[in-house]
């Protein structure tokens, strides 16, 4: 074990904690390059899952959440729009686009992956994505 003990690692073997920060700076990196910053990657992650879960977002709450002013908030949505990872509806409201689909589901997928070998590597079960 490194200069860390159990005691100050709260019983989490250290390989986990490698392999979790491995595995998420790995996603910030291939988000980075997307989305062209992270702050752009956070705010179409979050119209991503309120899509997929028939919500909307709160560009005030958005905001918040983030650490940006909403106007701020607004022009980074404009600039997501205009590259196609958002669309503007009729009525007005924001939404995570189908090109985004087409790029994110198989980079989610991709992911989970690397979620499960990260898993696999650290010595615990043999994940595998459920059946169709």
Do not use: C
Not at 28 to 50: C, E, H, P, T, Y
Not at 120 to 125: C, F, I, K, S, T
């Amino acid at each position: 074990m490194s200069d860390f003990d159990k005691a100050r690692l709260h019983g989490v073997p250290p390989i986990e904690i490698v392999l979790v920060s491995e595995v998420l700076n790995e996603a910030d990196f291939d988000q980075q390059k997307a989305f062209g910053d992270l702050i752009n990657a956070a705010v179409v992650r979050n119209f991503k899952s309120a899509r997929l879960k028939s919500q909307t977002v709160s560009v005030r709450g958005l905001a918040r959440v983030i650490g940006i002013q909403p106007s701020t908030l607004r022009r980074r949505i404009d600039g997501l729009i205009a590259a196609g990872w958002l669309e503007r509806m009729d009525d007005g409201s924001i939404r995570y686009s189908q090109k985004s689909f087409d790029f994110g589901a198989p980079a989610s997928r991709a992911m989970m992956h690397k979620f499960a070998a990260s898993l696999r590597r650290a010595g615990w079960v043999d994940f595998r994505p459920p059946e169709d």
